[in-house]
């Protein structure tokens, strides 16, 4: 005979299976729900334009002559005549490198460095 006294035993497996099954399934689905909303984004001025940045292409020969613009230098001036035309020219303009594949590393280690401590930060050896 069934007494009020005595203490059911509960079974909660059955649930804990069930809602592990809809948590997974949740978790799935909730990454590839996307919700949009509408917006009104600002006008933009179609006036001005963006203007690309100038660039600056050093070139040295094998006979270690330096050719900027249709300026020539020598290794040896280089440096100091460059420090004194930089002034007129944009820091943060791109500087490239283009030196001859039979050029000994430390003239092109000289030129970049010399390039660099003129104030340019954006300084690329460029490749064939």
């Known amino acids: 005979m ?14 804990v299976d ?11 689905t909730a990454p590839t729900i996307t919700f949009q909303e509408k917006i009104e984004l600002p006008q933009g001025s ?3 334009q963006a203007t690309q940045t100038k660039h600056l292409t050093i070139r040295m020969d094998r006979k270690r002559k330096i050719y900027l613009n249709n300026d020539t230098y020598t290794l040896d001036t280089f440096a100091d005549d460059f420090v004194n035309q930089s002034a007129t020219l944009n820091k943060a303009s791109e500087v490239y490198i283009r030196a001859d594949a039979q050029l000994q590393y430390k ?14 930060v954006k300084v690329s050896l460029i490749t064939s």
């Open 107 to 120: 003239d092109v280690i000289y030129l970049l460095k010399s390039v660099k401590a003129a104030g340019f």
């Open 46 to 48: 179609k006036q001005t």
């Open 18 to 28: 069930v809602m592990l099954v809809l948590m997974a399934i949740l978790m799935i």
């Open 2 to 15: 069934f007494s009020w006294d005595d203490s059911p035993d509960l079974n909660i497996t059955p649930l």
